[in-house]
């Protein structure tokens, strides 16, 4: 077989797998359909363009499963790391990134590596074995011809979910004599979030807002495909109870208004979308309303009066696969091997979460054309545990999309049973140390 690996989706799980397996000294061909084929969400032709959120989430890597998973990433020299470490913008605990900068970084890395070569064209049918080693990594948004050869091949229902996108406001359009810059409890800089506060008053009115107002509407092949939680319409959950945003991405808890000191009864955040700051995103707020009515709605929040968007909310339709029915524990196809998946379509949830099975199915893909082993990483560590949640540690009659948490991790050995922060700390810690072992090993 040949020593060159095929690489399907210039997203952040292909980018991570072309740069694993270059590393590794095989030769890479990535596939990536923009601009031949586009999507209903993507704005540009860039790989590993962020559609959703510019948030890589908690980057803490002492006591938070996805801050460990970062650091794992960074010790195994991930690509997708490194840049949004090299295009951060503040956010308080979080990691965000300038999404251009990266995505243009991320590009040119890739562009620049004398093993890997950029191929834009759609693929429309799975590649035969005689082709070599291939890696699908085309997410959740799997044009429509691949979608068909893959489910005809796999013979299984079709799975799959609505994911929503948060509008994205012009900074200088913000009314700061009514918004304040301040991070829930100070943590970060402690003034890494813009704040919109919010009476009694003024929420109930907001909530009745959003139930009335008009939404987007599904294809009728659509009507029945359930929501991911991690990722929910704002009105969704506001359906849920009046007072469930309160208890959501609208909770005033640990802030206090700059202007008066007041406590606000509800607040809704944006945070610094890019490196100049002059965008900030809506946190928690997205959507499937119409764009009139997210404008009309969305202006009655007090600071965003005059709101100038840059982006509106969005709503699009995911599918992944059952990968504990399905994939081996290399992540291999069983009914076609030379075939691997990676990303959000194997139903991991989230930007790193995507890029870490990307960079694990390149490493993958390297050892085999290598004629070497290649020992997963332990259930302790947070590569590990994605992994063997996906290849069997699911149950496959109730699969859905999962981000990385400890509830994945092998359970604590310990003499005295640990809870709360000091249970996280040492999970993490242990974590850590035995990623960097399975690394040198």
């Known amino acids: 077989m040949t020593k060159q690996v095929h690489i399907i989706g210039g997203g952040l799980a292909g980018s991570e797998a072309a740069w694993q397996c270059a590393e590794a000294g095989i030769s890479v061909v990535l596939h990536e359909m923009r601009p031949q084929r586009k999507t209903d969400v993507h704005q540009t032709e860039g790989l590993a363009e962020l559609v959703c959120s510019n948030s890589f989430r908690s980057d803490d890597a002492t006591a938070n499963a996805v801050g460990v998973l970062h650091q794992e990433m960074r010790l195994m020299g991930s690509i997708i790391m490194g840049q949004a470490d090299t295009h951060a913008v503040p956010a308080g605990g979080a990691l965000a990134v300038d999404r251009d900068h990266f995505s243009q970084g991320v590009e040119q890395t890739l562009a620049s590596h004398p093993l890997i070569t950029i191929s834009r064209e759609e693929i429309t049918s799975l590649p035969s074995a005689d082709e070599g080693l291939v890696i699908i990594a085309t997410g959740p948004l799997t044009s429509d011809a691949l979608a068909q050869a893959i489910a005809a091949e796999t013979q299984e229902d079709d799975l799959a979910f609505f994911d929503a996108i948060a509008p994205i406001v012009h900074f200088d359009s913000i009314n700061m004599d009514v918004a304040w810059f301040q991070s829930r409890y100070d943590k970060g800089t402690g003034k890494d979030y813009i704040n919109c506060p919010m009476t009694e008053e003024q929420y109930d009115a907001f909530i009745a807002a959003l139930g009335d107002g008009d939404k987007m509407s599904f294809k ?57 700051g002059t965008l900030f995103n809506m946190v928690g707020f997205q959507t499937k309303l119409k764009y009139g009515e997210q404008v009309r709605i969305f202006r009655t929040i007090p600071g965003l009066e005059n709101a100038e968007f840059a982006r509106l909310g969005g709503l699009h339709r995911n599918t992944f696969i059952n990968s504990p029915r399905l994939l081996d524990d290399q992540l291999r196809l069983k009914s076609q091997p030379h075939i691997r998946f990676a990303g959000q379509i194997t139903g991991v949830e989230g930007y790193v979460e995507s890029a870490a099975t990307g960079g694990m199915a390149g490493r993958m893909v390297a050892a085999e054309l290598q004629g070497t082993s290649f020992d997963m990483p332990p259930v302790t560590t947070a590569h590990g545990a994605l992994l063997s949640h996906i290849t069997g540690g699911a149950m496959a009659d109730s699969f859905q999309p999962m981000n990385v948490n400890f509830g994945l991790f092998a359970p604590l050995v310990t003499e005295k049973r640990l809870k709360g922060r000091d249970r996280k700390m040492a999970m993490a810690q242990r974590a850590l140390t035995e990623f960097e072992e399975w690394l040198a090993a």
């Open 220 to 276: 009728e092949f659509e009507t029945n495909t359930p929501y991911f939680d991690g990722c929910m319409p704002i009105e969704i959950m506001a359906e849920r109870g009046p007072q469930t945003l309160r208890f959501g991405p609208m909770k005033p808890v640990g802030l206090t208004n700059g202007h008066d000191g007041s406590r606000p009864y509800a607040v809704v955040q944006l945070r610094q979308d890019n490196q100049l």
